[in-house]
């Protein structure tokens, strides 16, 4: 059960300290008469404790005030455990693979890879939403918002060099056509997984990226290393920017054949992506209003009448 526990705001631990360190001042403060000793002279104090003027300090309200405020700083940290039915909202969290099918790629010797590291992406998305975008010289939507991973295999498997008719590479139109898709689906948190060389990437590809991470989504990157001789007049690849892109959209970049770190953050649950963007409420039951009952038990001491 402790593993499930999730603390929404963590930082309210740095106030369990501090409330430990009043409540031992207070305790001492109060242990019998505080200061009041050193600011009344002695024969007085004495004479006026020997006509009962003179009540000691109460240690027990200052330790039931501190436990409850221990209590109150517990609960702000916002213990809490995942809501089950938080995957199976469809507009919550989705996955949109963008695939560079432009000649330097299909063409490179990698393509292969470039398509087995989509299939790895959508299996590390799990049961989330998922869509496919191809690009070159235009882009176009594969396989729109969908469940079904057999379809998307399909898909992968039916792509060439022929599937998109215009030539070119122009990464912002796919990064383009992915933000419009998640926008029309009113899609809360999201990854956006660009597969590419790195070609044609530039000022308006940096501009859709940083839309992306605008909207609360998050931009990642896959490399497509050359395998062979490029095609003549097929440019290189570059994965400085491909790097650089990734970090405008607030993303993780890796090599396809090293591609833990980028598969990593895509499956991650739907709760961690939601709290992440600042949708935490949507995905986690915070059970500190709880604490907050259970606050009032050494509260109600302080109101406690002496006979």
Request: net charge neutral; charged share 20%.
């Amino acid at each position: 059960m402790i593993e499930s526990l999730t603390l929404l705001r963590p930082l309210w631990f740095l106030a369990i300290p501090v409330v430990a360190l009043l409540a031992l001042r207070a305790a001492w403060r109060s242990a019998p008469l505080g200061d009041w000793n050193k600011a009344v002279d002695p024969h007085l104090m004495a004479l006026a404790a020997r006509r009962g003027a003179v009540l000691g300090g109460r240690r027990q309200a200052n330790i039931a005030a501190a436990l409850a405020a221990g209590i109150l700083a517990l609960a702000l940290t916002g213990p809490a455990v995942e809501r089950p039915e938080a995957s199976t909202f469809r507009n919550l969290d989705a996955t949109v693979i963008v695939l560079d099918l432009s000649r330097s790629v299909t063409e490179g010797g990698r393509f292969k890879e470039a398509r087995q590291a989509a299939e790895a992406v959508a299996e590390a998305a799990g049961t989330r939403s998922l869509a496919l975008i191809v690009y070159a010289g235009d882009a176009y939507t594969a396989l729109s918002p969908t469940n079904d991973r057999e379809s998307l295999a399909t898909t992968l498997f039916a792509l060439d060099a022929d599937t998109v008719p215009d030539r070119g590479s122009h990464p912002e139109r796919g990064l383009a056509l992915a933000r419009r898709t998640l926008a029309e689906a009113n899609v809360v948190a999201a990854d956006v997984v660009l597969i590419s060389d790195g070609d044609g990437i530039g000022q308006a590809a940096e501009r859709e990226a940083a839309a992306i991470r605008d909207k609360g989504w998050q931009l990642h990157a896959l490399f497509v290393p050359a395998g062979k001789a490029l095609p003549p007049g097929a440019p290189r690849p570059d994965r400085t920017a491909l790097d650089r892109l990734a970090g405008t959209g607030g993303g993780r970049a890796a090599d396809i054949d090293a591609s833990e770190a980028v598969l990593d953050r895509v499956g991650a649950s739907t709760a961690q992506h939601l709290a992440a963007n600042g949708y935490g409420v949507l995905a986690f039951a915070d059970l500190g209003r709880w604490l907050l009952l259970l606050a009032l038990l050494p509260a109600l001491l302080l109101f406690r009448r002496s006979a």
